[in-house]
Structure formats: structure tokens, C-alpha cells
């Protein structure tokens, strides 16, 4: 599964894009990925915590892992809130957990007197009316820069209005009981049965004329063979929203398949543990071990709009005409919501599947179509009946199906028909023609390289219209989000190529990842996720070899994590499964750690390797784990057989040892050289590090391997296997010219530090010929060097230092490390920094002029020569920014001539990659006529990403009357309703709207509370107090925020308001210290 668009990544994850992007992109691309959306339980438990300060905060957000699974989490950091209250309201609705797992005295024990499917549907009607709890009532109300904690956190579109069901199903939570504690509690599956055989059959009642409900009913049978393992009275199955129809155990099973003549197990009473999705079946008699049985059930269940778990339905618009489909997202638990089942990933087995569906769609699923039949309804309607094939040995979270109105393309590779499905318009249009041309050379090089053939006979890729910037690797039917499949004819400037290449690459990497070697169970799910992603860069790297992969790499993937990845809040790759204890605990590890870090191991193994050994060991465990399932022991096993059959490559420690202390440890390491001694130690990486403070959560050091360039040249590498050593061939002298880089191509998980002489040698190496640096090493230098100076590893005089070459940096991306650095958010926005801008202004302006010159040239003169530059996609925005913000004449000016040219031809729409900040400068240095044409723009516009974009540059005007009419429009009446993104914290972010907002929140605060929740107002409190820094200022807050807030929110604000105002003193020292340096350097 693929979580982030390459788009997202390139342009949102690099480095920290200005919060007002951040936000758009946030809020419109892809966070709430619903693919991986918890169940609906879980994603309505997503409670957003409150911050405790802007910038240290943001991990927490980042990594909303239970605090049980946190390895190191750390004394000093909050502790979590409590997890998931909603989760417990809902579950304690169906049947009451037992005691030892209900921790708060608050919840309210209703039981509803009919099963879970109505459960859900009530909770759903009761959300809606915003009966538990505020922060769904408006858009989102995040402080500033916190949006990322929707990464973990799931959330996504709900359907709108959901009737209350009124039937009672078969299978009954127990009233009013209590359940005595018992195998329902835990979350694993009990041993007692292991599955061999599904026979499916599903029939969504989805007709061509009649979609208009929120929700669609379906019905289906399973008849599941299973084995006894162990001697059981009661069978335990996933289920989830599901009413059992009816139960039947047959058996035990002679050895061909069941002829009727098998004998019976009383099925006396089939009941749901709702808690850990169970449905139970209590038997008349004993399942014998080493018996078959086979357990038939029939249920049906409800298909919502676009909530992309199980089953779910979609409405679009094709030919003129509004059609529906109808899909599946299994992974990784919703299978249990579509069918009963063994929903483990470990629990493979074969699968026959029978669809049924209206005789004008089509109906796809893993295999290909075996046959068709009809089949008449009680109406007298006809159905088409599809059989397929039997699938390979699979889990459950792999099944898939759909079934559309589409038209397809097709092409055989290797004899095998690969097929790309998408709305009649796209196939009409050309708009899948690149991706299945590239399908077919992904498949065959992944096969070579791994040498196993892919085993299913044919492969089908559904683009659909809405599946929330996400993809899923079902075995033989891929599913995606038309936006990461599709080229659309106005994807004029965007890098859409490479988005495709990447996620196709993904997901076909899973056919191997995955989908034929399966990891044992999720807390190694980071198996499949960190390969498939590390695979993305070898499959477009050998379909382009000009491709930049350590320097996109880095930007995708590197550069992110690293950002997030702080050993005291973040988690670690590899989990202990013992330590999981809730559902929606799974679908928090689909974040960051899994597939970026993950990626970044995974590229850490190859580089201390050679390609040749790292591929040997590969296919050897690929091959023995084929329709199987692995652990990540299994893995370095393999690796550790190919190593020791080899004497080139020599390591310090078993590969187990290596790797185990990386994928069991959160956080990464700080390598630091003294280079007149040549030592070389490492220590934890800690947000904000305290001066000689040793923090002890980190007992163990990292197996480090160090790859390293002298003056230019490779170095035989080295290996830091304790917390420090001595290397006396990286000496180097004040006199010589030597220098020396560690981590090269930055294939190690970690930063760099060097003593005061280290870091002068580069900087003089920089100033004297900075290209005998790589690009890679620059990027690299400008990375540690402010990230290591921002946590007080080093002083900021020596980033700043590093800067002074600039004038000879033509690399795009380079620049964008150092912009993002010193033309920071808080710059940006706040008018206290008049000492620090003229000078900055002055110092950038002459180093930047170069590299403007040339891309403002490339935007005026042919600005679709960008298309295939994805760092330089991804870096303009920054620059264009930047510039424009120091007052360069020609930024102000192209602003204006593309924002004009515009206003006259709004069909020709702004290169996108520059459009915010276009809108933005249009609206901050026009008139009202500007602001009511993007109004107007605001108006005719469908799509929320684009509306959101407007929304947020109507903030950007600096009149107080326009800023002050958007608010009365947004809150009070207006022409419209803004619903897209909260626009009161949106204009209280700029410099002249935090006082307009402000002054606007205390005539109107029960409006805004009204609109937004009260909630939202902690948000604005920290988007308006963001730059208070005195005692007298907190003081001020309080009161202004004293009366509006509730009770339990008062308590908290005065140490909010501290923890700002603290970091501000601390920024505020460290920009004086910017400012002296750049008055000497200026
Ligand atoms: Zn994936």
C-alpha cells in the first residue's frame, strides 16, 4: 500500500514548507490517506491533542503511537491523552469490555439493543449531530504547524446522512450482560482453527440507476474450510458491521470436497465481541484436532460512500452522466467488515470468489473471470453471477474486487494480460497510456531481478475517481487513486510522470513484498512497506539512469524522516506483536517510520553491502518464504547465510546484531569526528539537546556503518560499533587542504558532526571550489549543519558559515535546504524581526540573484521544460517565495504579470508549482478587486485542494477593512459558506490579520465557537499568541481567552502560554545571534 503521493512527498515533506502551504497541502492532498483509515471506531477516536508548544510538539503529533509501544518514550516529554475515548464510548455501546480494560470512570455504559451494524450506523447519526465531543463540528482546527498530526491520526470524508437500521440481526450482542473475560479480549485469533479455503460470494446491491443513498446494502455466503488445530467447543472469526444470517459447521470433512453426506456440529448461538471484532460461534459438540470442517455463513452489510474500508461505493461523473462502483480496500482489517474470516496475515489460504452484480457492470477481482451465470432476484430482476479462478495462497487483507462501468486498455507482457481500467473519458483521452506502458517493464525487470516469475496469470489496475491519494497492492487487482494513475491533459508543469513511475513501482514491488512473502503479522509490516518503497528508486533509477537518486532520495524520503524522528517520541520500525492490545493500534503503523524509515534501512543494508550480495539474499529469502509468511529474523537470516559464504565483505557483527540495533531502536544517531584526533563517537538525537545533559533512554549504542570521502576521494569504510573510537586516517591538519565527509551519498540513518576544524575545512573547501563537493554532500552539509545547530549539537554561527559560498550554488535544491532554514515561518509572519530582515535581505539577495535569474527565466520563457525536474518542481515554490519576501524588484514583478495575466485569462492557469505564492503576492499587493475576483474564482471552483488554495490567498491581503469583511463572511453571513479550512485561524496567521482576528474574536467569539467549536479557539490562541515572549503578554492572553473558554480549557492555557513564550525567548536568542553574525557578514 502506498500511503503519500510522490507529489506530497516532493512538495510538502521537504524540508517545512511554509506553514500556509503546508496547510493547503495538508489539508487537500492526501493526509487522511482512508485507504488506511483505522475503522470507522477508531477514526472517529481520533481525538487531536492539544499542543504543548509550536515546535517540540510536532513528533508527538507526528507519532500518535500508544505509549505502550514506545520503546524509549522518555520522562520528559507529555504522555499521550488518554487513547481512543470514542473508541471505548462505541465499543461499550455493544458489549461491555471487560473491567480490566476500561480505564476512565467517565464513559456512559448505553447498550443498544440491536447488533454492531446498527451500532455503527447510530454512532454515525449521532457524529453526525455532534453529540460526542466538538472538534468535528467545523473544519479542521489544528494550531499552526500541527495539521501533520492527521498523518497518524485517521480521519476522512464520512457519507452524509445514514439511516438508523431497524432490523435485528442474527448474530446479537448481549444485552445488558456482562461478558466474563474470555479469548474475545484478546486481540490475536485463538490457534484453535487454521483456514485452507474460502468460497466467497458477494452481491452489492449496486444498479446503474439507483446510487442515491449514502449507503448500499450487500449480502454474501462464505463457506470457509478450516482445519482443527486445537480441541475447541466455540469457534472465535473476525467480523465487523456484519449480521450473520445464518451458521452452520459441517464436518468433520472426508478427504475430498463436501458432497452433503459430512456430518453436523450444533451451531447453539452465534454472538459478536464487538471490542476486538469477533463473532462467536458456540457449538453443540467438540471440533476434533487434525479434523476439517468447513463453517458456512451466511451475512450481509452495508457499503457506505467513499469510506474506503471493506466494501465501499463511489459516485462519479463519466460521458456527462453520473455513475457509480463499487470497490474494496481489505487491508489492513476491513476484511472482516466485508466478510467473516481469519483476518491475520498469516492466515493464508486459497480463495474462490463469485461476485454479483448488475448485468451493465463489470465485475473484476484477483484472478481472472472463470465464468458467468444469471440469477434472478424477488423482484424478478436479473443479476449476473461471475465466477473467478482460485487464487493463490493469500491473506486476507489482500482480497479485492470491484465493480464499474469502465472501459480498459490492455497489453500482454510475458504472456500474461495486464489491463488498465479507468472512466470511459480517461481511457478515451489517452490519460492511462503512459501508466500501462510502464507496467509491463516494471513487471518483467522485478521478475529478473529477483528471478521469480509473477504468479498470477493476469494483472488489472482500477483507477478510481476518488480513493484518497492512495494505492493498494492486491494480488492480481491493483487499486488506485486515478490521480496517481492518470495523466491529465493540464498536467502541464507538474512532475505527475514521476508520480506514476513511483507508485506503480511501489505497488508492483509488493507483488513480491507482500503479497507472495508475507510479513508474520503487522508490527513487521515495515517488511513489505520498506522494500517496496526502497524498490521505487532501483526500477526508476534503471528505467532512467539520469535520475537523481541519492539527491531524490533524500528529498522523498531521507529528509523527512530524519526531521521527525526523534529518539524520545518516535517509535521504532520493528514492534513487539505482544504489545499491541487494540485493532486500531495496526493501522497507526502505516506512517513515516514504516515506510520511510524502513526505506532508509533497507538502503543503509545495500550500501554496507554490495548490489550482488544484497540481491542474492533477497531472492534466496523470497524464494523460501514464497506463499508463505516471514519475521524480520527470517530476513537477516538469509542475509547472514549469503554473507558468510563470501569473504569480501567483512562485518563486526552478525547482520541480526547490525540491523536489530537500528529496526528495535527509535530515534537515530549523532556520528561526531574530531578531525585533529580522529575520534569518532555517537549519542542519541534529541530535539533540543540540553548542554552535558545525558539523557538515559538510549543504553545502547547503533552498530554504525561509515562510509566516508576524503577531498573528494572514496575511503575504505569503517564500522563505530561502540560509543566511540579512534580513526587516524581521517586526521587531517589546519595546514593542509584535506577534508573529510562521513556518510557517503547519505546512505546511513544518521548525522554528521565535526569539531570546529572539521567544519572550517569545509567551509573553506566551499568557499574556495564548492563543486568538488557533490551535491548530495553539500545538501548534506546544509541539512546537519541547521538541523544539529537548531538542537544545540552545534553553534548556528557554523551553518551560517557554511552559507557564505552561496553565490556559486546553482542546485535548486541546495538553495531550498538553506531557504527553508533562514527565511523561516516565523520570519515570515512576524514584524518583530525588523533588526534581522534588512540584513538577511542584503545577504541572500546578493547570493540569490544568480539562481533566480535562471528559473525566472525558465517560468517566463518555458516554464514546461520543468515537467521532468521533479527537485526542481519541488523547490521552486521556496525560492519564488523567498525572493519575493526580500523584495527582489523582478519576483514582485513576475508575481504580478502572471497574476494579472490570470485575472484577464483565467484558462490559463499559473505554472502550479508557484501558483499559492502568485495568488498570494496577487492579493497582499493588490486591491479589493484583486481579492473579489479570487472570491469570485472561490465561487465557480469544486475541487476542495483548489479552494482551499483561494481561501488561503484571500488571507494574504494586508487591508484590515478586506481581511475584516472575510471574517464577517466566513463566520457571520457571507456569499458563502468557506467550509473548507477554518478562516479565522487562516487570517489570524498572517502579520496584519493576527490583530484583525483578534480584535474580531472578541466581538464575535460565540460566532466563532458556534462555527468552529470552541476547541478552535485554543487553536487561534496559539496562532495569535505565537510571538508573545513576556510575562505581561501571557498575562494579556489569558484574560482576552479566560472568558471564552470552558472550564477544563482554562486550566490548562497559563502553562501553554509559558511553553510559547519560553521557546520564543530561546528562537529569540538565537535569531539575535543570526543577527550579529550577519551584520559581520553582511
Ligand atoms: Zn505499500
Redesign the pocket.
Known amino acids: ?3 503519500f503521493s510522490a507529489s506530497e512527498r516532493l512538495k510538502m515533506e521537504y524540508a517545512q514548507v511554509s506553514l500556509r502551504q503546508q496547510r493547503i497541502f495538508n489539508q487537500s492532498l492526501a493526509f487522511p490517506s482512508a485507504s488506511r483509515l483505522a475503522p470507522l471506531v477508531a477514526s472517529r477516536c481520533a481525538v487531536r491533542r492539544p499542543s504543548d508548544s509550536l515546535g517540540a510538539q510536532w513528533a508527538l503529533h507526528l507519532s500518535p503511537f500508544p505509549q505502550h509501544l514506545r520503546p524509549h518514550w522518555g520522562a520528559s516529554n507529555k504522555p499521550h491523552e488518554s487513547k481512543h475515548p470514542r473508541r471505548k464510548c462505541l465499543s461499550s455501546r455493544v458489549v461491555r469490555p471487560s473491567p480490566s480494560r476500561v480505564d476512565s470512570a467517565s464513559l456512559s455504559y448505553e447498550v443498544f439493543p440491536f447488533g454492531p451494524k446498527e451500532a455503527r450506523a447510530a454512532l454515525l447519526a449521532e457524529e453526525e449531530e455532534g453529540r460526542y465531543g466538538e472538534e468535528r463540528r467545523g473544519p479542521l482546527t489544528e494550531p499552526p504547524g500541527q495539521d501533520l498530526s492527521r498523518r497518524g491520526l485517521p480521519a476522512g470524508p464520512l457519507p452524509t446522512r445514514r439511516p438508523r437500521p431497524t432490523r435485528e440481526p442474527a448474530a446479537k450482542a448481549i444485552p445488558g450482560k456482562w461478558l466474563p473475560p474470555g479469548p474475545w479480549d484478546q486481540l490475536r485469533l485463538p490457534p484453535w482453527l487454521v483456514p485452507l479455503h474460502y468460497e466467497l460470494e458477494l452481491w452489492p446491491r449496486l444498479r446503474p440507476d439507483e446510487f442515491s443513498s449514502p449507503t448500499l446494502s450487500f449480502t454474501g455466503r462464505v463457506n470457509i474450510t478450516v482445519r482443527c488445530a486445537v480441541a475447541t467447543e466455540r469457534l472465535l472469526l473476525h467480523s465487523l458491521f456484519l449480521d450473520c444470517e445464518s451458521a452452520e459447521v459441517r464436518g468433520p470433512l472426508s478427504a475430498g470436497p463436501p458432497d452433503g453426506t459430512e456430518g453436523r456440529v450444533p451451531v447453539d448461538d452465534v454472538w459478536s465481541a464487538f471490542d476486538m471484532q469477533y463473532m462467536v460461534l458456540e457449538l453443540g459438540g467438540t471440533l476434533q484436532p487434525g479434523s476439517r470442517y468447513e463453517l458456512q455463513l451466511r451475512f450481509s452489510g452495508l457499503a457506505y460512500q467513499d469510506l474506503r474500508e471493506g466494501l465501499f461505493f463511489s459516485v462519479y461523473t463519466d460521458q456527462g452522466e453520473r455513475r457509480a462502483l463499487v470497490a474494496s480496500q481489505m487491508e489492513p482489517t476491513f476484511a472482516r467488515s466485508v466478510f467473516p474470516c481469519f483476518d491475520e496475515p498469516a492466515l493464508k489460504a486459497t480463495f474462490n470468489i463469485t461476485i454479483i452484480h448488475h448485468p451493465s457492470y463489470v465485475a473484476l477481482s484477483n484472478m481472472p473471470k472463470l465464468g458467468q451465470s444469471e440469477k434472478g432476484d424477488v423482484n424478478g430482476s436479473m443479476w449476473t453471477v461471475t465466477t473467478f479462478s482460485t487464487t493463490p495462497h493469500m491473506p486476507t487483507y489482500l482480497v479485492a474486487l470491484a465493480i464499474c462501468d469502465y472501459d480498459h486498455i490492455s497489453r500482454t507482457e510475458r504472456g500474461q494480460e495486464i489491463r488498465i481500467w479507468a472512466r470511459k473519458d480517461a481511457i478515451a483521452n489517452g490519460n492511462a497510456d503512459f501508466a500501462l506502458n510502464i507496467t509491463g517493464p516494471i513487471f518483467s525487470f522485478l521478475e529478473e531481478l529477483f528471478n521469480i516469475s509473477y504468479p498470477l496469470p493476469k494483472t488489472d489496475i482500477v483507477a478510481l475517481p476518488t480513493f484518497d491519494n492512495s494505492a493498494m ?1 492486491n494480488w492480481g487487482l491493483l487499486i488506485f487513486d486515478e490521480s496517481l494513475l492518470l495523466m491529465q491533459p493540464k498536467d502541464q508543469v507538474t512532475d505527475k510522470k514521476a508520480v506514476i513511475s513511483f507508485i506503480l513501482s ?2 508492483i514491488g ?1 507483488q513480491w513484498f ?1 503479497n507472495l512473502v508475507t510479513m508474520n503479522w503487522w508490527n513487521d509490516v515495515w517488511l ?2 520498506g522494500f ?2 526502497y524498490f521505487e528508486y532501483g526500477v526508476i533509477n534503471y528505467f532512467n539512469p539520469q535520475f537523481r537518486t541519492n539527491e531524490i532520495f533524500f528529498s522523498n524520503i531521507l529528509h523527512p524522516v530524519l526531521s521527525e524522528d526523534h529518539a524520545l517520541v518516535s517509535r521504532a520500525v520493528s514492534l513487539e506483536a505482544e504489545n499491541f492490545t487494540e485493532t486500531s493500534e495496526i493501522n497507526y503503523l502505516f506512517d513515516f517510520f514504516t ?1 520511510k524509515k524502513g526505506a532508509s534501512l533497507v538502503r543503509m543494508l545495500s550500501s554496507f553491502l554490495n548490489e550482488n550480495l544484497f540481491i542474492s539474499a533477497l531472492k534466496s529469502y523470497l524464494k523460501t518464504f514464497s506463499y508463505s509468511n516471514a519475521e524480520q529474523d527470517d530476513l537477516w537470516r538469509h542475509f547472514q547465510m549469503v554473507i558468510d559464504h563470501q569473504s569480501k565483505i567483512l562485518l563486526p557483527a552478525p547482520v541480526k546484531s547490525i540491523m536489530d540495533s537500528w529496526t528495535h531502536h527509535s530515534g537515530f544517531p549523532v556520528i561526531t569526528l574530531n578531525v585533529s584526533t580522529g575520534a569518532m563517537k555517537q549519542e542519541p538525537f534529541y530535539l533540543e539537546k540540553v548542554k552535558n545533559q545525558t539523557l538515559l533512554t538510549h543504553n545502547d549504542t547503533w552498530i554504525v556503518p561509515i562510509l566516508w570521502i576524503k577531498n573528494g576521494i572514496t575511503q575504505s569504510p569503517v564500522w563505530l560499533d561502540k560509543s566511540s573510537k579512534i580513526f587516524p586516517e581521517m586526521q587531517v591538519s589546519d595546514s593542509d587542504h584535506d577534508w573529510v565527509i562521513l556518510n557517503l551519498n547519505m546512505t546511513g540513518y544518521y548525522r554528521v558532526n565535526y569539531d570546529e576544524l572539521g567544519w572550517k575545512k569545509l567551509t573553506q573547501q566551499l568557499d574556495k571550489d564548492p563543486k568538488a563537493i557533490p551535491v548530495i554532500h553539500r545538501l548534506q552539509l546544509m541539512d546537519d549543519a541547521f538541523s544539529l545547530s537548531k538542537n544545540n549539537y552545534t553553534e548556528i554561527e557554523t551553518a551560517l558559515d557554511l552559507t557564505k559560498y552561496l553565490a556559486e550554488e546553482d542546485e535548486i535544491i541546495v538553495w531550498h535546504v538553506v531557504l527553508e532554514n533562514l527565511v523561516t515561518k516565523d520570519l515570515l509572519f512576524d514584524v518583530n524581526n525588523y533588526d534581522m530582515y534588512p540584513l538577511l535581505k542584503k545577504y541572500l539577495l546578493k547570493r540569490l540573484i544568480s539562481i533566480w535569474n535562471r528559473y525566472s527565466t525558465v517560468i517566463r520563457e518555458n516554464v514546461a521544460a520543468l515537467q521532468d525536474d521533479s527537485l526542481a518542481l519541488a523547490a521552486l515554490e521556496k525560492l519564488f517565495e523567498a525572493a519575493c519576501w526580500l523584495g527582489l524588484e523582478d519576483c514582485l514583478q513576475l508575481s504580478r504579470e502572471l497574476f494579472k495575466n490570470w485575472m484577464k485569462h483565467p484558462e490559463n492557469e499559473i505554472p502550479s508549482p508557484i501558483k499559492s505564492v502568485v495568488l498570494c503576492n496577487g492579493v497582499a499587493f493588490g486591491t479589493d478587486e484583486e481579492w473579489d475576483f479570487l472570491l469570485n474564482m472561490y465561487a465557480n471552483k469544486t475541487k476542495e485542494e483548489e479552494r482551499i488554495q483561494l481561501a488561503y490567498a484571500m488571507s494574504c491581503s494586508k487591508d484590515p477593512w478586506i481581511l475584516h469583511r472575510y471574517l464577517e463572511y466566513a463566520i457571520i453571513a457571507g456569499p458563502f459558506t468557506f467550509n473548507e479550512t477554518n478562516i479565522m485561524e487562516v487570517v489570524a496567521e498572517s502579520e496584519v490579520g493576527r490583530y484583525i482576528a483578534k480584535d474580531f474574536l472578541v466581538n464575535n467569539w460565540q460566532a466563532v465557537s458556534v462555527r468552529y467549536g470552541t476547541q478552535s479557539l485554543l487553536t487561534l490562541m496559539h496562532v495569535i499568541g505565537r510571538t508573545i515572549s513576556t510575562d505581561l503578554q501571557v498575562t494579556e492572553l489569558q484574560q482576552f481567552f479566560g472568558n471564552m473558554l470552558e472550564e477544563h480549557q482554562r486550566l490548562t492555557l497559563h502553562a501553554k502560554l509559558q511553553t510559547i513564550k519560553n521557546k520564543n525567548l530561546e528562537n529569540k536568542e538565537r535569531k539575535a545571534r543570526m543577527t550579529a553574525w550577519l551584520r559581520k557578514n553582511t
Open positions: 500500500m502506498e500511503r497492492e511501489h505497488e509488493h507482500g513489505k512497506e517496496a518503497s515506510y
